[in-house]
């Protein structure tokens, strides 16, 4: 049972760039996903929620209009499209096996790291 | 959506008990029981300790409680051991859908 996240890196302002992170081990499509991130030396910030089923997803404000999260069950793959990037983007992005619907986060990927920076 | 407020730092002994507040608002804390801790220990990711307020995961020691009254929830680890070493999370949902976090309390076992 983990989640592995690829697809961070260094990416200039208002650049953007995808995460990605598989799931293995639990029947991906039955459990809604989220997205936090931690900022270098912070404390932790949900950005983002999708249902099982994808049709249902939200946002925290600072990320709203920028941010896409998506979903494909048959990869069993949960996805961050970022756009618009900003040096307060900057964190250790994690992606988080929910519960129920933002419940609790029962299962955590080690995280990957997103710079933004010239 | 404002953080909720968790104390900055917290010590005690081995063996001793210690508390962990988390105050938020009745949006958040005081309207729903979804609350939930979790431990971060340096470099790792974070892991869920308490859910539901007064719930433990499988596997978590039964050191670890959760409470809540009004706006205010609490995380109580009695028997103080060494590898309780860590910073400590509250999360609440909230009435808009989403969630929210505490600023994260460092836990100290002098």
């Known amino acids: 049972v983990q989640l592995l996240e690829s697809g961070g890196g260094l990416v200039q302002p208002g650049g953007s760039l995808r995460l990605s992170c598989a799931a293995s081990?639990?029947?991906?499509?039955?459990?809604?996903m989220s997205w936090v991130r931690q900022a270098p030396g912070k404390g932790m910030e949900w950005v983002s929620a999708?249902?099982?089923?994808?049709?249902?997803?939200y946002y925290a404000d600072s990320v709203k209009g920028r941010f896409t999260i998506s979903r494909d069950n048959s990869r069993n793959t949960l996805y961050l499209q970022m756009n618009s990037l900003r040096a307060e983007d900057t964190a250790i992005y994690y992606c988080?096996?929910?519960?129920?619907?933002?419940?609790?986060?029962?299962?955590w990927g080690h995280g990957t790291m997103v710079t933004v920076s010239s | 959506q404002s953080a909720l407020t968790q104390p900055a730092s917290v010590s005690g002994s081995p063996g001793q008990s210690i508390t962990i507040s988390c105050t938020g608002t009745s949006s958040d804390v005081g309207g729903y029981n979804y609350v939930s801790w979790y431990q971060q220990h340096p470099g790792k990711a974070p892991k869920l300790m308490i859910y539901d307020v007064t719930k433990r995961p499988s596997g978590v020691s039964n050191r670890f409680s959760g409470s809540k009254s009004g706006n205010t929830a609490s995380l109580t680890i009695s028997g103080l051991q060494a590898e309780d070493e860590a910073d400590y999370y509250c999360s609440a949902y909230t009435s808009s859908s989403t969630l929210v976090f505490g600023g994260g309390t460092k836990l100290t076992v002098l």
């Open positions: 988080a096996k929910d519960l129920n619907w933002l419940e609790a986060f029962d299962l």
């Open positions: 081990g639990f029947t991906f499509s039955s459990y809604a």
């Open positions: 999708i249902s099982g089923s994808g049709a249902g997803t």
